[in-house]
């Protein structure tokens, strides 16, 4: 048994502690921002390096400045290591628990282990978000690899560059490479995450098993009119511009079966007075699926349709590509091992997909990777009114431990 | 032959160059912005008087700021007047001819005009944008005998009061219900006006006559739904603001029909980023009818749909009534008179109704009201690219003047 008996419901409790004090570290008065390396940061990880430290992890910053704890077995060095994590980054006014929390239980679980047939590494990512410098996944990309070099050269808002934060941080942009996990011993990566989505609430289930992260494409799309007085143009005179966004804003929604999310959340009208019918018209186009040939497909077919819209009113469109990611899925042998975990702790098991990015798609980079969803209130995140309860987070505890126990039998 | 062998063409020049010289009395460098009752009106209206003066009429300002000039027939005090005129205030970075072509026109028919079995009154209103003050038709609303003495505590972006304001520029606070005109003597208002539209270009004719005023409704329309991650809220638990507000946009559109015509102009979309299912969209409605039972009914129906388009989307929806104004109709008599001017003039005559407001609509309140469309370019207006051509200012001349004669057989 390589757990002890110190029940996840105490360690739950010390995980919501943990998760306030952490929240208490702020660039801002009176409100969480904890960007990429500022004292704030610093003051997190000092506090998660602590924690570690207890816990018997060796622990230490890498030269990006994640935090990172190891734990090997008490037999003595471990032939292989499991991977556990999340990021101690937020965006401005944050909730206290996306990101922190997966740093959090991880490390409550290396707490509970007593013997495991390999070592544990926990990571406290110094930047997922990307707030600062507009590069998300910054921390995980220096450990699966993937890291730019050319991102060193950009700047903040402040004008620092992006190398000198991370040297004023106490990291070393030069050995950043050397920062790289070697992949060859890896058991895998597991993330737990708050769900960031009302599917665990609707279904009434404190913890889910994640099938991939979604691909995504985002592009910006403007339809050029021409502008009139809304009195004085004869309707069938009209090029308006925001009726034809208008059609493909419900284009869109109707574009979106078979697991297919896609959102308008953006749309700006130019002048914008009532009394002026609009000349331009710029919109937002966001569009994720699991499957990237399914995603390719909608993106496509509303392209098309936004050509066709402009096309009989005699507008001009330009759609502009933003960004395209791939899917990325999880291990299902790793996700085998999680649903059995969840079933041993007498919860039902439920698969949902993530439509938000996550440390784990660039740690797929390195092996196999699973994420763990805990239910979080209303779905709400990146806001300070984001919350967990005790009993869910016990249950993330207590599933995480599972498969910890699973994985070493 | 009451009218001079002064060409139309020759006065026509006048009237461009005249324009030219208003243009330059700016409250702004580089562009014409011409509120109520700074020194810029004030240098405009000196212009005018002066022109007034040179023409033989009696000019002066009456206790709002308007310019006014008087021709008498030859012989001597006359029993009726026939009013003409429009407005010397502009929008912010205007155009030149908007209000302003209308007091040359009048003015360039009174230096054509020679005898007539009556007396004509020019008049330069004020203000009829209602930049400053927020109160559009502020001049004319004077000489109807409509002003809302409420309005004059009003204040200006700078604090300055409308009492003051028109203290400052001249004016009498205390005398304007005296500044009403009466409305016994009167045969009418003619307004020259440009179309602000593209009818008469695409039609390909210089002028217009106009069948009345369209009546307005505008509102304000805000739906409000629940904010969510673009990529974590399955489409199904969605209640996207913008999707509703994106349907009533089109409803608007197809409700226009047999002389409608609806606008939404304005969009706005919060929180407005491209991850963010949107949580509220609020939107203007802008509906115009020359028949006011026509109108009210566009408008209950599009209220009605708003209701049902929240409904069905599990959205909340307010309509707050920004505006409502009856149409006016232009006088069938006068109308009479303008068409056969303008056939006189060897001009197609075409009809067309006002889908913006004009001093005329408020100059109904004294008696029978008629206008002239004058062609502009692109049918643009407020705007410094408003244009009109010298041929088309000589035909609304011909035109204007063979009305006088007409009403002087």
Redesign the interface.
Known sequence: MPTTDVSPAALAAAVLDRADRLAACSEEPGRLTRRFAPPALAAAGDLVLGWMGDAGMTARRDAIGNVVGRWEPPGGAAASTLLLGSHLDTVRDAGRYDGMLGVLVALACVERLRDAPFAVEVFGFADEEGVRYGTAYLGSSVVAGTFDRDALGRRDADGVAMADAIAAFGGDPAALDGARRDREDLLGYVEVHI?????LE?EDLPVGVVTGI?G?N?AEVTFAGVP????????A?RR?A??A???L??AV?AR??DGL?????????EP???????ARARL?V?V?HLDDAAREAAVADLRERARAIASSRGLDVAWTA?QATGAVACSPALMTELEAAVADAGARVVRLP????HDAAVMSNLGDIAMLFVRCAG?I??NPAEAVTAQDVAVAIDVTSRVLDRLGR
Chains 1, 2 share one sequence.
């Not at 999310?261 to 009208?269: D, K």
């Not at 914008?272 to 609009?278: E, F, L, R, W």
Request: charged letters at 15%.
């Open positions: 769900e960031q989505g009302p599917v609707a979604a995504q985002r009139g007085h809304a009195g004085t143009v004869p309707m005179l308006d925001l009726v966004a208008a059609e804003v419900t929604e979106a079966t999310v896609a959102t308008v959340g953006e749309l700006r009208v914008g007075a009532s009394n002026v019918i609009p937002s966001d994720r933003v993530s439509g938000a990015g779905g995140s990146h």
